[in-house]
């Protein structure tokens, strides 16, 4: 690197990338061959996402087709090399900090998270549903019945209810703030620098596509506390495009320069807080 600049890089012509170019994908370091994605590995299997800082998958969240989750997708094929977070001997996320889900009932969560994000045109409003069934689930006991049917009764609720505005949902500032916190030292420039770019205008339907893309393979599921921590790394998403960031800054942010169990840290309290359903 050179003024924070790949070596390897040529900002124009048909070989952008002398290194592919000369000796081929293989010869390219881990970070280029996965680069644009956002991998976790779990007992089902490979999950992927995509860091929006590509300019071609940033351009990909201007699709007018509906989201939803593709397997066994051609472009991701099962032979792949996908490296990210792995957790397959770990643990399932946390329904809260005193209670974990079971591996079917995150899955379960997690698609129908997306379903939700995508059916609901507003982004804020979408979170606020999302929120409402964050709140109606992470309540459950066992002795209430199988929590694949609380979570089931929790979206069909967010769906169809009129959810109450969360009083704790996360401002722009203090997500700049967490987000600026958890980007190690010799990086803080490159997070400034970012910053620094607001004023962009991101279309509503570009908007919710990136939180879709937050919500599926998410790190801060399996390293956070719970659900209102998943969720918060969602509104934090949602928060710094409506500080003025676009896509590829956010994305640079949180998908690049911030360590990620650090921020996990930054949002440990919200658990603990009392939110408004």
């Known amino acids: 690197m050179i003024d924070g600049a790949c070596v390897f890089h040529r900002a124009s012509g048909s070989a952008r990338c002398t290194l592919h170019h000369a000796l081929g994908h293989a010869a390219l370091p881990l970070a280029c061959r996965q680069f644009p994605r956002v991998v976790v590995v779990d007992p089902r299997g490979v999950s992927v996402t995509l860091s929006h800082y590509c300019p071609t998958a940033a351009a990909m969240l201007e699709t007018t087709a509906p989201i939803a ?10 032979g792949g090399e ?24 995150w899955w379960h969560w997690e698609e129908q998270a997306v ?16 929120a ?5 689930t992470r309540d459950w006991r066992p002795a209430d019945g199988p929590l694949r049917d609380r979570i089931d009764a929790a979206f069909q609720s967010a769906r169809h209810d ?10 722009s500032d203090d997500a700049m703030a967490d987000v600026v916190a958890a980007v190690p030292d010799g990086m803080r420039g490159d997070a400034r620098r ?3 770019t607001r004023g962009a205008r991101v279309p509503i339907h570009v908007h919710r596509h990136l939180l ?11 390293i956070g506390e719970g659900l209102r921590t998943w969720l918060r790394s969602i509104e934090t998403a949602h928060a710094l495009l409506l500080s003025g960031l676009g896509v590829r800054d956010v994305d640079l942010l949180l998908r690049h320069l911030v360590d ?14 009392k939110r408004e359903v």
Do not use: K, Q
């Not at 990620?260 to 807080?273: I, K, Q, S, T």
């Open 69 to 78: 989750i593709v397997t066994d997708a051609d472009a991701f094929p099962p």
């Open 82 to 105: 996908y490296v990210g977070l792995d957790v397959r001997d770990g643990l399932p996320p946390a329904l809260r900090p005193d209670m974990l889900m079971g591996w079917e009932d």
């Open 115 to 130: 379903a939700l994000l995508s059916a609901v045109d507003d982004a804020a409003d979408a979170l606020a549903r999302l």
């Open 132 to 136: 409402h069934a964050v709140e109606f």
């Open 162 to 171: 009129t959810p109450a505005r969360v009083a704790t949902a996360c401002r």
């Open 194 to 196: 970012a910053i620094g």
């Open 212 to 222: 879709i893309a937050h919500a599926f393979a998410n790190w801060t599921a399996h």
């Open 260 to 273: 990620p169990r650090a921020l996990a840290r930054r949002w440990v309290d919200v658990e603990g807080n």
